[in-house]
Each structure stands twice: as structure tokens, then as C-alpha cells.
């Protein structure tokens, strides 16, 4: 009997230890670091400092790269990409340093919104708004798609945060007025971005459909204040998602900071578990991963600090934030070191549950094993 108790009061003792357990600090910094798609200044991993030492002792889940150096007001060829030659260089370092599959992204949109522009040696590509709606011959779409994967195959890049799935409005500021989105028809969005899906994937290359749940409709730019779309968005903006999350193709999927009331009364998609969880994992299915814009956009940073910004958008459902280090908010090198704490001081104080970052963890790989 003595025997039994004491078996029991193991068991009980050796179970209560497993249901209050929690990730060694090692690997709660690791899966934290994972969550971060970061930016940096300088064109080689030579001569910067700040991308040596993030890859080998930060080791970011991804990286971001840009022509232009915002925050020191610089003009083209100010940041990392400079030149066709350069570019390939670069890449082909930090992927060597990093060791592990790590995510080098982009924006290659086509027409004004694209990284690897003619000026560096690159071949221009058209707007999703020509091919989709001045054109809208697949074929063309099609044989763009091509040229966008295997130039961005060459320099180097595994993830193109893009095609926009986002309806054509002409009034909105950052869509609509930059042809940035295919057209006004969900349909047509669909079967366009779709087909440019396929041909990056035929190349080892991750897309980004965005900006979840819409931002077409938009009469006012995230990047610089807060974007209320209550009133002009309509569910059709989902369609372009839900068609192309079904097809199974979808890997990634960027949100949105736009405040949307007919969602939810309180929070922008970013911060929402209602959008990105109840919306877009429950009710539309998507399983992959889901990276935030930009979050120290004027969208987030002006109405929330960062701490609250990045605990709520882990807690809605994120699994990676962009933290370019490339807003007007200036440049700090150690910006990334600081999201990192935030997040594990977040999840040993209760205010991140760990499982969220074990299930972005989980993500982040099965994306990681399509490189």
C-alpha cells in the first residue's frame, strides 16, 4: 500500500512539473528570434557590422532588403541592394553566415513597387493593374511571373512579400493610385496573383499574398496614421484570400493596419484575434504563416507602444513581425535585440501563452522545409 502511495505521489509530482513546464531560456530566445523578419544598413555583410552579428547571434528568422535608405533620407542605392552583381553577393554571405534557412525577402510587386529595379540592372516588370486589368491576358501575367522568379531567384531572394491580393480602387492612396492591385474584380485578383504564385513557387520562392483582410478599399495610407476602412470594405475584399488559400498554394499570408469596425470594434487586423485568428485561421482555413506589415508603421506606433503592439499581435495570431528598421521612426541597430526580450519577458510573465510561440515555431519550419 505504502509502495502504491508512493508511485501515485511520483506520478502526480512528475506530471505537475510537465503541465507547469516551459521552454529552457536557450530555446524561448531561439523561437522569439524566429519570429523576426529585420532589417539592416549597408549593401555587404563585409563592411556592416549590424547584419554579421544578427545572423550569428540574434539568428532572425528572415531578413528584409531595400534600395532606398529612409531613415537617413538617402535616395536610391542607399541600402542593400546597389547592383545585379552585388545583390547575388550579398545574399549568397548572409545565407553562408546564418547556416540555417533563413528568409530573404523582398517587395517585387512590378511597376512603382519594386526592389530590384532596371537602374541596378534588372529587367522592369509592369503593375499588377496593367496585367490585370489594362491587359488581363493570363498569358502576360504568366510570362512576368517567369521573368519576377527567375530574377529574383538569381539575386539571391526566397521570399517576395508579394502579389498584392488586394482589390483596385481608384481612390485609395497606397493601392489604388500606385496600380499596385490587379483589379476591381475578387475574381480576377485571384487568378492573376494565383498564376504568379505558381510560377515563384516553380522557383524555390516564397509569396506573401497581402493585406489581409484588404486594404484596397483604403482612403488613407497605414504607413502614416491610422486607416479606418469600416466604411468602404466589403467582404468581396476576402475572395482573392479564401479562393487562393484553397487552392492550397498560399503559404504566407501579410496583414493589414487598417481598422475595420465590421470585423472588429476595437482593434486593427494587425492586433486582432477576431481578424487573424477567429477570421483567417478559423473561418477561412489558412494554416500557414501569417507575418505583419511593418510594425512600427504610423498605423501601429502612433496608437500603441511597441510592447503592447508586438504582445498583441503574437497573442491575435501572428507568427512573424517585419521590423524593417527602415521607417521614419530612425535606425537602431539594437531594435531587434529589444522585440526579442519584449517577447520572452512577455511569455515568462504570463502575458504571451509559450504555446503561441511553439505553434509559430511549427510554422516557421514546414515554411522553412520549402526552401
Given at each position: 500500500m505504502k509502495l502504491r502511495s508512493l508511485i501515485a505521489a511520483i506520478c502526480l509530482v512528475s506530471l505537475t512539473n510537465i503541465?507547469?513546464?516551459?521552454?529552457?531560456?536557450s530555446l524561448l530566445h531561439r523561437y522569439a528570434a524566429e519570429m523576426l523578419i529585420i532589417g539592416f544598413r549597408g549593401d555587404s555583410v563585409e563592411t556592416d557590422p549590424d547584419i554579421k552579428r544578427y545572423l550569428q547571434e540574434i539568428r532572425p528568422g528572415g531578413i528584409i532588403l531595400f534600395d532606398i535608405d529612409l531613415t537617413s533620407g538617402g535616395g536610391l542605392g542607399t541600402r542593400n541592394i546597389k547592383s545585379r552583381d552585388q545583390v547575388p553577393h550579398l545574399t549568397s554571405e548572409m545565407k553562408k553566415i546564418a547556416g540555417y534557412p533563413l528568409f530573404i525577402a523582398v517587395d517585387q510587386e512590378g511597376g512603382l513597387v519594386q526592389r530590384l529595379k532596371p537602374r541596378y540592372g534588372y529587367s522592369p516588370l509592369p503593375?499588377?493593374?496593367?496585367?490585370?486589368?489594362?491587359?488581363n491576358h493570363l498569358d502576360s501575367t504568366d510570362f512576368y511571373a517567369r521573368l519576377m522568379a527567375?530574377?529574383?531567384?538569381?539575386?539571391?531572394?526566397?521570399?517576395?512579400l508579394a502579389p498584392e491580393l488586394d482589390i483596385h480602387r481608384d481612390d485609395c492612396p497606397v493601392i489604388g493610385k500606385l496600380d499596385r492591385g490587379y483589379s476591381s474584380s475578387p475574381d480576377s485578383v485571384a487568378i492573376h496573383?494565383?498564376?504568379?504564385?505558381?510560377?515563384?513557387?516553380?522557383?524555390?520562392?516564397?509569396?506573401?499574398?497581402k493585406h489581409?483582410?484588404?486594404h484596397g478599399s483604403a482612403i488613407s495610407d497605414s504607413h502614416y496614421g491610422l486607416t479606418d476602412v469600416t466604411s468602404t470594405w466589403t467582404e468581396a475584399e476576402l475572395i482573392p484570400f479564401k479562393t487562393l488559400i484553397?487552392?492550397?498554394?498560399?503559404?504566407?499570408?501579410?496583414?493589414?493596419?487598417?481598422?475595420?469596425?465590421?470585423?472588429?470594434?476595437?482593434?486593427?487586423?494587425t492586433l486582432s484575434h477576431k481578424i487573424l485568428t477567429g477570421?483567417?485561421?478559423?473561418?477561412?482555413?489558412?494554416?500557414?504563416?501569417?507575418?505583419?506589415?511593418?510594425?512600427y508603421m504610423k498605423g501601429i506606433i502612433d496608437n500603441y507602444s511597441i510592447e503592447q503592439a508586438v504582445i498583441m499581435a503574437i497573442n491575435a495570431g501572428a507568427d512573424m513581425m517585419i521590423m524593417g528598421n527602415?521607417?521614419?521612426?530612425?535606425?537602431?541597430?539594437?531594435?531587434?535585440?529589444?522585440?526579442i526580450e519584449i517577447i520572452v519577458r512577455a511569455v515568462k510573465d504570463g502575458k504571451i501563452p509559450e504555446q503561441r510561440l511553439i505553434d509559430a515555431h511549427n510554422r516557421i519550419s514546414n515554411l522553412q522545409n520549402r526552401l
Open positions: 503541465v507547469g513546464a516551459t521552454l529552457p531560456d503593375s499588377a493593374y496593367h496585367l490585370g486589368t489594362e491587359v527567375s530574377q529574383l531567384k538569381e539575386a539571391g531572394v526566397n521570399m517576395n496573383a494565383g498564376k504568379t504564385i505558381e510560377r515563384l513557387a516553380e522557383q524555390g520562392i516564397i509569396s506573401v499574398g489581409f483582410p484588404g484553397d487552392s492550397g498554394n498560399l503559404q504566407a499570408i501579410m496583414t493589414a493596419h487598417i481598422f475595420n469596425r465590421n470585423i472588429d470594434p476595437d482593434l486593427p487586423a477570421l483567417l485561421r478559423d473561418k477561412l482555413g489558412f494554416d500557414g504563416v501569417i507575418i505583419t506589415d511593418d510594425m527602415n521607417i521614419n521612426t530612425g535606425y537602431e541597430a539594437d531594435r531587434p535585440d529589444k522585440i
